[in-house]
């Protein structure tokens, strides 16, 4: 247990590890795990910038959903009306167009009776005719006794 | 194991020899045969087996912390980069904790310390007798394996740390302010004498306690591995007991290995740090 030059090559040997160590050992491994910290706090950092994007995407996801849906509400409520107008539109038209019809059969209905009248009244005003010429015997000159006849006739 | 043929004494005496290389009046630079032998070299002697320990254990810690520097990542890191990142990380929040100063050298300073010491300290764990039988067998009569049982390699550390302190202390404070700080305190200039004394003591006290702290330590771990290992020689009874023994005194020694390199580590710290405090 004496003390001897043991002690100044200890101090020697001391000295080499720990400059070895301070240029060697120390700087890199400090620098990968400072790198490290870095990294973890970027991927930090970007994992709450994507979750405050997806807050905002759905944010505007479900704004737009909305808007759509009131839109289609009020297409719906639109076509409703429109299709109500249209049908409405139809029923007058039919309606006036039924009228029409009925309006023009009637006419004609009223126009045939007229010529059937006409026809009635012509051939009444032959008959009469002829059953003058029998009664009297003799023939009437249908001239001169076109205008009585026809008067005659009119009168039926 | 102790042979029959020689004393407990001698058998403890033998292990605590260390291999002395020195000059001999007589045989000129030699290898001590005995503890007188070792003693007559004087101080230019040198204890071949504790150097050596002590750099091979030192260039291990430096071969791995090295390996794992160069193929150091900041992705995820392997099993080896692993280990040697909590080592870092522990020395590192250690001396940031205690130091507050700037100085790129006490963090790897602190590092080497507490895994060179740790080693060191881990070489008492191995059977007292393995290393020096295979080295008897070899041809070297002495071997002390455990390098910290070794004032000299303790104090060859403490009075390196101790060179830093008195550097860095008149580096951050000047000459005029360190010499003020050891006789201006704490009593005032009256007194100059008196604070002088206390603070040059102080001074002192801090290589000296640091290094016999762990050198005390050490030794009587070791001691007692010896102590323990002469049981074997005394039947079964008592050697089975040994045995027991050495089993729980190893186990508590982890404890004491760890926490002398840390303690080794800390002080060297906070002395350093005191040393870049100028308020005193």
Known sequence: ?156 | MASENITASEYIGHHLQNLTFGHLPERGWTLAHDAKEAAEMGFWAIHLDSMFFSVVLGAVFLYIFRKAATSVSSGVPGCLQNFVEILVEFVDKSVKETFHGRNPLIAPLALTIFCWIFLMNLMDLLPVDLLPRIAGEMGVHFLKVVPTTDPNVTLGMSLSVFALIIYYSIKVKGVGGFLGELTLHPFGKWMLPFNLLLEGVGLIAKPISLALRLFGNLYAGELIFILIALMYTAGAVVGTLGGVLQLGWAIFHILVIVLQAFIFMMLTIVYLSMAHEDNH
């Open chain 1, 1 to 156: 247990m004496n003390l001897n030059a043991t002690l100044i090559g200890q101090a020697i040997a001391f000295a080499v590890f720990v400059l070895f160590c301070m240029k060697y050992v120390w700087p890199p491994v400090t620098a990968a795990l400072a790198e490290r910290q870095k990294k973890i706090a970027d991927g930090l950092d970007a994992a709450d910038r994507a979750k405050r994007d997806l807050e905002l995407a759905q944010a505007s996801a479900a704004d737009q959903l909305r808007s759509s849906k009131e839109q289609a509400a009020k297409i719906i409520e639109q076509a409703n009306k429109r299709a109500n107008q249209i049908v409405e539109e139809a029923k007058e038209q039919a309606m006036a167009e039924g009228q029409r019809l009925k309006a023009a059969a009637q006419a004609e209905i009223e126009q045939d009776v007229n010529r059937a009248k006409e026809a009635l009244r012509g051939q009444v005003a032959v008959l009469a005719l002829a059953g003058a010429e029998k009664i009297l015997g003799a023939s009437v000159d249908e001239k001169a006794h076109s205008e009585l006849v026809s008067k005659l006739a009119a009168e039926l």
